[in-house]
């Protein structure tokens, strides 16, 4: 008799935590490794200082909003690229340096120009964007003709047609690309503070963690990075699944 998905998840989640007390055991240095006790400890201390919290607030308060703006712009600057050619050829260059520059020289440059507050706004702009205008591009191309011709024949109106066909044809393609670009703004905007060292931000904390080697704290700060980005990927998609289901609603 084969066990639930949930008691395999467990055994699954106690099998890995087994490998790492075994691998800081046999590595011996707290400073280049250390097990779950320590982290776990290290995590519950970092729970109740208000600065804790403060850190947390900043940080996913900025990469929230460089994640919103790319969305609302990748889906707007997709969509127009779609319906015209000569736009899409004019922002494909910037499209492949924007995909293709790494994160590093960006943040370098930001630097000089923006400073270090809106650091992680910028750059997780700048990651997003281009996922999500690639991804709303595709899911428009994969719009069924058929139905857009039969649209045509019946005089359907343009709200009428977002709602009924492209949408429905659009969000599957919207929710791979924001799955991808969830976890992309994260490791960008962190990778960000790491480099600009914006106070009271997760970045600055685990720079501090590093200098001072305490690795414990260091990945106490990473497994609540974790923790942080994935609650955001479930209650935005769960946002975005809501907000399509009204607009069939009321189509």
Known sequence: MSSSPRIRKIGIFLFWIAVWQIAALLIDNSIVFVGPYPVLRAFCALLPTPGFWLSVGRSLGKITLGFLVAFICGLATGSLAYHFVLLREFLEPIIRLMKSVPVASFVILALIGIGSANLAVFISFLVVFPILYVNTIAGLENTDQKLLEMARVFSIAPAGRIRCIYLPA????LTSGCRIALGMSWKSGIAAEVIGVPSHTIGENLYMAKIYL??????????????????????FLFLLEKGVRICFRFS
Do not use: H, R
């Open 214 to 235: 305490s690795t414990a704290e260091l990945l106490a700060w990473t497994i609540v990075i974790i923790l942080v980005s994935a609650l955001f990927e479930k209650l």
């Open 170 to 173: 659009l969000l599957p393609y």
